[in-house]
């Protein structure tokens, strides 16, 4: 699950990152709205936290713009105590939740999973299914039955990707922006090597499901039956 932090104090924005990173989040951060928007608008990003007063252009303006080009990832709203009038604002605007600063860093995260859990992405046990597979996205555990293995960052999040987005036929492009980035210098080589590593995967635990090759488009996870 890719993060978009957006946050002019690049202290608070550098530890937001250091520690959904460490919580197996893939995260970036911006510094200020303008950057915030243009990254926000690239549509990759599956939860957004924002600031609301920042230099440029202000959270509430970058929330209105991407709700308005209908990107609809959740976004976390981070309020001063006295933005009270903000916060009414921004739940009219689309916002999903709001953590008041200074916040404690467990709450904003149980707030993120709170987010999964609401929009379908994972259920209580920390597990998003598939077919005949689960994947725990705490563990990085991949399950079939009794079988299980762990897999790798880039392995996690492309196969979160896939059950995530079911029987749909994703790019390597959009794979690359997914989990490298979209200014990485990955290349569909890399894309490959990953795939066939999952593969070998879902092979050794034994599962039905498959990532099938969409020729000239991209990957599709399937259920083999
Ligand atoms: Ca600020």
Redesign the pocket.
């Known amino acids: 699950m890719r993060i978009l932090v957006v946050?002019?104090?690049e202290a608070i924005a550098d530890a937001l990152v250091h520690i959904l990173t460490k919580n197996k989040y893939i995260a970036n951060a911006c510094y200020d709205g303008e950057s915030g928007l243009d990254d926000a608008l690239t549509g990759i990003y599956d939860l957004i936290i924002l600031?609301?007063?920042?230099p440029k252009i202000n959270g509430l303006e970058i929330l209105n713009t991407i709700r308005n080009q209908n990107i609809s990832c959740p976004v976390i709203l981070?309020t001063a105590k006295d933005e009270i009038s903000d916060k009414v604002k921004g739940l009219d605007y689309g916002a999903d939740d709001y953590v008041t600063k200074p916040f404690a860093i467990d709450e904003l995260l149980a707030r993120i999973r709170c987010l999964q859990r609401r929009n379908g992405i994972v259920n209580n046990d920390n597990l998003i299914n598939f077919s005949d597979i689960s994947l725990n996205i705490q563990t990085y555990e991949l399950s079939c039955m009794e079988n299980s293995l762990h897999l790798g960052l880039k392995e996690f999040s492309i196969m979160e990707v896939f059950i995530s987005n079911p029987n749909k036929v994703i790019s390597k492009e959009k794979l690359i922006e997914k989990i490298w980035g979209y200014e990485s210098d990955a290349e569909y080589n890399n894309v490959e090597v990953y795939i066939s590593f999952l593969r070998k995967k879902l092979n050794h635990i034994n599962s039905k499901s498959v990532i099938k090759t969409v020729r000239g488009v991209g990957y599709r996870l399937e259920d083999s039956k």
């Open positions: 946050e002019d104090e600031d609301i007063m920042l981070l």
